[in-house]
């Protein structure tokens, strides 16, 4: 059966991309980012993937499939399996054509089950990948089948209504994925639920003014709206930029005494826009990646 | 250029020049590098009242909190400020807005001119306390009763309450004896408020402190927090002004808190009544008290650290009580008695201690333009830089610049008043403020401090953490040197110097021959220790609070090309946070445009601290742990990070005498005269203002960074194009930052260089922890690069002598880095050989066959050439004056002090301990063995051994045996070799994490193998320490020459620093309050211990040179001299190390510990009496001996070459 047949490694670090099967399987968490770009130089995946958006990168040659390295485990409960099954494939044959079918535009799916442990560092790692194309996000909009955690998944999906869920996190993941719930599973031997969630990144993410090129200024802006919470905007945004505040706020429709519980993810996002749209001043942020250099 | 980030105080921060750690060799494991080793991490906590600031009107509402505080406080309630940030107005919405306003600022300004007014008539500072010891208080209530009474009345009763409140018991209790262990938030507490009253004391703010005092006493609860040293001080500040009715007060609190008043509680009292002529039988009785409580009136003038003046008014008291009273005399200088220093202090036998070659006049007149430096608060220096082109644009970007800061002058001004007065307010209501801290410098002082800081800012920012520090460190070394001028201190010291000039001018003559130090204590009476430095916490408070005013009042047009006067301003400084993971940083940046605005004006100028430039006459001779070096700024003899004081402490308790070694060595390191070889300063110019070059360690400026390929995209262009392209901007950016940082070190070391050009000077000397010796000035010393050494030469020059040109041209081979394996004469000859090219590389450095460019060391060979090419053409080489150092370097002298140690034959004759014709190099010989064990492992089939076939070389593998020594593990010799694998090319590299494990493996068997009694020493130096510090303490020991040493390696503790912008939490390792980390403490035993070693070896040598009349100066274990001395040099060299090593080293450290740390048997719970007795057994069983003899090294040649 194709649940059954599924690697799911104890430990996950989404940067890894291995291994061979109708579905890509992440690797445990052993393997640094290091060994998944040599491992795809020297073609282990069985698949091979083209990058999608950049035909000028070098093709890397391909090999056949040779074998894996990573010890995985497998769904040992039927139930699971047979769930996870249903709930992905619609009770449809398995196969590879079928997924890609389904999901134009989404190369590859990656499942995986996020470690308690880990999990926020892992989402973001992941975040800071897909926002900058990079690792696997390189070759698409890589969907991202997940087994969270009740506590994570109630983060991801938090809005300002719940306002000691909302974090940057959840600001983030939204405006990055379309977030689907698939499923809950409670397991006896955690006490907590585990839920299966679907994460296709949005197809409109990137625009003109929020692309890799700039995201770690937003990322930054997102931090600094959350790092004094209960601060209105128009404070964080004077000493996050050089833009007349009041005119952004103005033309975002934003009361500038707001605090970031008035403020949805898609707020955040135009709110960056703006500014980076204005036109009033050469220096925009006050941020660049060298305060992040800085020794303290 | 946004130079200047280092500008700190010598031994302050060396935060970017440590971080880009180039040249810090890899040997100093140990070494203290400045807050960064300390790792601190700012977090923030909002506050509230924040959302106002950048309204453009923070100032008037900081005003009005003040105002409400004020109020509050005086229980008046006129005006009601509305708080909440929404209901203000936005700025340019309305020009209603703004009339209404500004009608409001200036109501508001008015109430307050008027409050300030009323405050002046109406409030008045207490002076009377709340006694709660109800007998105390009945004697002061006599005193108070029937209001007016003549003067001699009242003054009676003082005295009968003065009288009453000594006779009182203390009625200790013995909690609050006992109050050693306090917990942290009440221990920062207390320094605040020490630091507060003794501000007061300097800045003539007693009625203020006396206030706070007396509100702090009556506050039952608060009682706790106040210390005796607390009333002392305060008690001390009255007696010095002679005000006997506070002084009364305070002593009568001091009872009346418990406390038993101690010998400067006593001192105070009398000093107090000398000054007012009090009557004898006052007096009397208060030294019959003192009596009472053990303290002796000679005590007064031994144990207490007076200034001249009180200890005259403390006499003439004394004197009144006790005719028959005189002051012990002072003790004649206690004598060294270690034997290793036993002919340095021998009152016979040679001495021909060397003179300075300049007349005192010069000498004098030299030291009346550093005491102008010093005086002066910094600095200024004309940069080396290319002078930019005075085009329209320059001009105009210097005249903004200049406006700007005209205004913000005026602005810093006027929010310092403001603060200033809102501080004085919240002090009226008891609370410890910084006010007294405000008023240590001019305001003019402050503005100026402040400017500059704002000058140098680095473009990306500093966090706030560092900026506060060193804020704070400012205001102190000021305020320290404000302090001498008060006094008569200056005047003082300038006539000693004078007198003392006489032993080293060229002109003059001494009765007899006497070390610097012998002669300056000779002069005159001991210096009176300094105040002690502020703690950490004081100091960043005080630091946060001068940058807040920074952001507070510095602004700028938002645009700064438009006209001014019309146009919306905006801030400069911007408080923004960087996020790290789970902590956020609290960062100040500057306004992009205001960076580009300083990068065009291009100021010409750099500033520097005067502790960070050469000193122009020479260094005061330490004479003790804090006097010594610079004339008047403070220095430590022992570098520490900032806030350590444990080792302090330890040298502070030190008989007088057991610290001569260090400090006539360092005195001695610091008298040598230097100058700058002006002709290779022309052509290292050059370079640098050309290109640079990296291969000779010219960093190139940043226009030569690299740039990316492109600098846009089309516009649609995909995300993974985007993401492609910042990856490419961000790898330029970073490239050119570091390559800024390398050019703007680089830029003061060459500027100071010019500076000083056609001058002579000196370096003072200070140590670290392990009696290491460093040049104090930072930036422009011998201890750095090629580059900077070669730019330096003695100031006093030395005919060569018969054989002076064998040894220079010697020197220049070993610059080149060939002919390592051949003997001396092998290189004389190969000098000789090749004396064309030496001459050509003289002749036409830059346009000639270029040869010095390949040598190791290209700048320092080019130097040598140059001096050997003078020397050959002048009529007579011998009588030839040379000026150039020349080195001699010991042979791995890490290895060489454990192989003495261990009297290890084998050890000993691979590091040419042992006469040999030809040099022995020990990294050769690890080589060698490590390729006969691959060979075994080959022949065997293991794949990783026949592949290195044919790659393990002396290279490989230098580096790992170089720092075993000291210390570095398997995984950091891992790393090194692998470093050194990946660099060959034809080295297949997947095999290098294999080969690398396989290596260091067999690199430490080697040595093992080699240097067997190496390893039982580092073993057992390091099973002792790892014992000490699991029963809880810091590592500890003594050197050969008596300084007293302490490992600063303990658990990170986290202190927080609340209020402000943000609040500051810092982590500091370094106090002796905290457990050790025993891992560090275990690990870095062995390779501190031969440290301390070297350095005694070092200091012996010096010691011994200056008796016999050499110029003597060291990098470590590299020792400089004049080419004629080189003979003598080496062979002091080799005698002192056969000395130190004749003691017995090893035994007495073993006694030293376990006396140190084995002799308390009680209160010990049985984990730690098993600790203990464990201890006491490893130290009993020292590591076995060879048979090596000594004596040999006296005959080896190579020992150090």
């Known amino acids: ?296 | 250029m946004s130079a200047l980030r280092w500008t700190r105080g010598a031994a302050g921060l060396g935060r970017a020049l440590s971080s880009s750690g180039r040249r810090r060799p890899t040997s100093e494991e140990g070494t203290l590098s400045g807050l960064c080793s300390s790792r601190r991490s700012s977090a923030a906590s909002p506050r509230e009242q924040d959302a106002q600031k950048e309204w453009g009107h923070a100032e008037l509402l900081e005003v009005l909190e003040a105002r409400v505080r004020q109020l509050q406080a005086e229980s008046l309630s006129q005006v009601v400020v509305k708080k909440g940030p929404m209901d203000r107005p936005l700025k340019g919405h309305s020009g209603r807005w703004a009339q209404k306003l500004e009608a409001e600022k200036q109501m508001k300004q008015k109430r307050q001119e008027r409050f300030l007014d009323q405050q002046k008539q109406s409030y008045t500072l207490l002076t009377e306390p709340r006694i709660w010891s109800k007998k105390l208080a009945s004697c002061l209530q006599q005193s108070k009763k029937g209001a007016p009474k003549s003067s001699e009345e009242e003054e009676q009763q003082l005295t009968w309450a003065l009288q009453a409140a000594m006779l009182k018991l203390s009625s200790c209790t013995p909690g609050r004896r006992q109050a050693k262990v306090v917990e942290a938030n009440l221990l920062l507490l207390q320094q605040k408020f020490l630091a507060f009253f003794e501000c007061c004391a300097c800045t003539d703010n007693m009625p203020l402190a006396h206030h706070v005092l007396v509100t702090q006493h009556s506050k039952c609860d608060r009682q706790q927090l106040l210390t005796l040293d607390m009333y002392n001080t305060v008690m001390l500040g009255w007696a010095r002004k002679g005000s006997f009715k506070e002084m009364v007060y305070v002593f009568v609190m001091l009872k009346d808190a418990g406390l038993s008043p101690n010998l400067w509680s006593y001192a105070a009292a009398l000093q107090c009544m000398g000054r007012r002529d009090q009557d004898v039988h006052t007096i009397q009785k208060c030294l019959k008290q003192m009596k009472e409580n053990g303290f002796q009136p000679q005590q007064l003038f031994t144990d207490l650290a007076l200034a001249g003046e009180e200890q005259a008014a403390l006499l003439r008291a004394v004197v009144k009580a006790e005719p028959a009273f005189s002051p012990p005399p002072q003790a004649p200088s206690p004598v060294n008695t270690c034997t290793l220093l036993r002919e340095i202090y021998a009152k016979n036998g040679p001495k021909s201690y060397p003179k300075l070659h300049l007349p005192l006049e010069t000498l004098q007149d030299l030291f009346s333009q550093q005491l102008r430096v010093e005086l002066s608060a910094n600095v200024s220096v004309q940069s080396v830089e290319k002078a930019p082109e005075m085009t329209k644009e320059v001009i105009e970007a210097r005249k903004t610049l200049k406006t700007l800061q005209g205004q913000w002058e005026v602005e810093l001004l006027q929010v310092l008043r403001q603060t200033k007065a809102t501080m004085a307010c919240q002090a009226q209501e008891g609370q410890p403020t910084l006010y007294p801290f405000l008023c240590l410098l001019s305001e003019g002082e402050f503005v100026s401090m402040l400017l500059q800081v704002l000058r140098v800012l680095p473009s990306q920012g500093e966090p706030l953490l560092h900026l506060a520090h060193d804020l704070g460190l400012r205001v102190l070394n000021r305020h320290l040197v404000k302090q001498k001028q008060v006094t008569n201190h200056v005047e003082k010291l300038g006539q000693r110097y004078s007198q003392y000039l006489r032993l080293l001018a060229s002109n003059t003559q001494v009765e007899a021959p006497f070390l610097p130090r012998e002669y300056w204590e000779l002069l005159g009476p001991p210096e009176t220790p300094p105040q002690q430095p502020w703690s950490v916490p004081v100091l960043l408070q005080l630091g946060k609070q001068l940058a807040e005013l920074l952001v507070q009042a510095v602004q700028m047009p938002r645009s700064l090309a438009a006209p001014q006067g019309s146009c919306h301003l905006i801030p400069v400084l911007y408080h923004v946070y960087s996020f790290r993971s789970y902590r956020q940083v609290g960062i100040l940046k500057p306004h992009p445009a205001f960076t580009q605005l300083l990068e065009t004006a291009a100021e010409p100028t750099l500033t520097f601290e005067t502790t960070e430039v050469p000193m122009l006459c020479p260094p005061l001779p330490w004479t003790s742990p804090h006097a010594g070096a610079y004339l008047l700024s403070s220095t430590k003899l022992m570098r520490a990070t900032e806030g350590t004081t444990q080792h302090q402490h330890l040298l502070e308790r030190c008989a007088p005498a057991q610290l001569h070694g260090a400090l006539d060595a360092l005195t001695q390191l610091g008298n040598c005269a230097w100058r700058v070889n002006g002709r290779l300063l022309d052509l290292v110019l050059q370079v640098f203002r050309d290109k640079g070059c990296v291969r000779l360690g010219v960093p190139p400026p940043r226009s030569e960074a690299p740039q990316p390929a492109r600098q846009h995209l089309p516009p649609g262009s995909s995300p993974v194009h985007k993401a492609e392209l910042r990856k490419e901007l961000a790898r330029c950016l970073k490239t050119a930052r570091e390559m800024h940082s390398l050019r703007s070190e680089a830029l003061y070391r060459l500027s100071l260089a010019q500076h000083l050009r056609d001058r002579v000077f000196w370096l003072p000397h200070n140590m670290d922890f392990r009696g290491r010796t460093y040049p104090c000035p930072p930036h422009f010393n011998h201890l750095g690069s090629d580059l900077a050494r070669a730019l330096l030469e003695f100031a006093e020059g030395r005919p060569l002598g018969l054989r002076g040109l064998d040894w220079l041209k010697i020197h220049l081979v070993n610059l080149t880095g060939l002919k390592k394996r051949d003997s001396l004469s092998m290189r004389l000859a190969f000098a000789d050989q090749i004396m064309e090219e030496i001459l050509d590389s003289a002749d036409n450095p830059m346009t000639g066959r270029k040869w010095w460019m390949e040598a190791d060391e290209p700048w320092q060979t080019l130097a040598c050439c140059m001096e050997i090419a003078q020397a050959v053409r002048s009529p007579d080489p011998a009588a030839y004056i040379s000026h150039l150092p020349v080195h001699q370097d010991g042979s791995c002298n890490g290895l060489q002090h454990y192989a003495a140690l261990g009297r290890d034959s084998a050890g000993a004759a691979s590091v040419n301990l042992t006469p040999s014709d030809l040099p022995q190099d020990v990294y050769r010989e690890v080589a060698t063995q490590v390729e006969e064990f691959r060979q075994q492992d080959a022949k065997e089939g293991l794949q990783v051994a026949q592949v290195l076939k044919g790659f393990i070389t002396r290279k490989v593998v230098k580096q790992t045996v170089m720092t075993v020594v000291y210390g570095v593990t398997r995984y950091g010799g891992r790393l090194q070799i692998e470093k050194r694998l990946r660099e060959l090319s034809d080295f297949p590299q997947e095999f290098v994490w294999e080969a690398s494990h396989y290596l260091v493996r067999l690199v430490f068997n080697s040595l093992q193998e080699m240097f067997s009694s190496t390893r039982a020493i580092q073993h057992w130096l390091t099973e002792s320490a790892n014992l000490i510090s699991h029963a809880g303490w810091p590592v500890e020991w003594v050197t050969p020459l008596g300084i007293p040493i302490i490992q600063p390696y303990h658990r990170e503790a986290k202190v927080q620093v609340k209020g402000g912008i943000q609040s500051i939490t810092f982590t500091s390792s370094m106090n002796i309050s905290q457990k050790p980390n025993t891992l560090k403490q275990k690990n870095g035993f062995p390779p501190n211990f031969i440290h301390s070693l070297d350095s005694s070896h070092m200091m012996l040598t010096a010691l011994h040179c200056h008796r016999r009349g050499l110029t003597f100066v060291s990098v470590h274990d590299c020792f400089w001299t004049h080419a004629a001395d080189i003979p003598v040099m080496n062979e002091v060299c080799r005698e002192q190390f056969v000395r130190l090593h004749s003691q017995p080293i090893l035994e007495d450290l073993a006694k030293f510990l376990e006396k140190r740390f084995c002799s308390f048997y009680r209160s010990l719970k049985p984990s730690e009496l098993a600790l203990v007795t464990k201890l006491q057994e490893t130290l009993r069983s020292l590591p076995e001996k060879g048979n090596f003899d000594l004596g040999q090294v006296m005959r080896s040649t190579y020992f150090f070459s």
């Not at chain 1, 059954?4 to 996950?12: C, S």
């Not at chain 1, 640094?32 to 491992?39: F, L, N, P, V």
């Not at chain 1, 590859?108 to 790692?125: A, E, H, M, Q, S």
């Not at chain 1, 009740?150 to 994925?177: G, M």
Request: with cysteine.
């Open chain 1, 1 to 296: 059966m194709w649940g059954a047949a599924m690697g799911l490694p104890p430990r996950l670090a989404l940067s890894v991309l291995a291994g061979p099967g109708r579905s890509c399987i992440l690797g445990s968490g052993a393997a640094t980012r290091k060994d998944w770009q040599a491992r795809n130089r020297s073609g282990f995946s069985e698949f091979y993937l083209q990058p999608l958006f950049d035909p000028d990168l070098e093709e890397s040659p391909f090999y056949a499939f040779k074998g894996r390295a990573e010890p995985t485990r497998h769904v040992a409960s039927k139930k699971l399996a047979r769930n996870l099954a249903r709930h992905l494939l619609g009770f449809q044959k398995p196969s590879r054509q079928l997924i890609l079918e389904c999901n134009p535009g989404v190369p590859i799916k990656v499942f995986g089950i996020l470690p308690d442990k880990y999990g926020r560092r892992i989402l973001w790692k992941t975040l800071f990948d897909l926002y900058s194309c990079d690792s696997i996000f390189r070759y698409g909009r890589i969907e991202l089948n997940l087994f969270v955690t009740d506590k994570e998944f109630q983060k991801l999906t938090a809005t300002p209504k719940r306002p000691d869920l909302y974090q940057v996190l959840s600001v983030l993941w939204q405006l990055a994925c379309d977030i689907k719930f698939i499923h809950m599973e409670s397991l006896k031997s955690m006490k907590e639920n585990l839920y299966f969630i679907q994460m296709t990144p949005r197809k409109g993410l990137f625009t003109e003014h929020l692309s890799p090129l700039n995201y770690d200024i937003f990322f930054h802006m997102v931090k600094h709206c959350f790092g004094k919470r209960s601060a209105p905007i128009i404070q964080h945004l004077s000493s996050l930029s050089t833009v007349e505040p009041i005119d952004v706020l103005r033309q975002v429709r934003l009361n500038p005494g707001a605090t970031i519980l008035q403020m949805y993810p898609q707020d955040f996002k135009r709110l960056f826009e703006t500014i980076e749209r204005s036109e009033d001043t050469i220096f925009k942020w006050i941020y660049n990646e060298s305060l992040e250099d800085i020794q303290a």
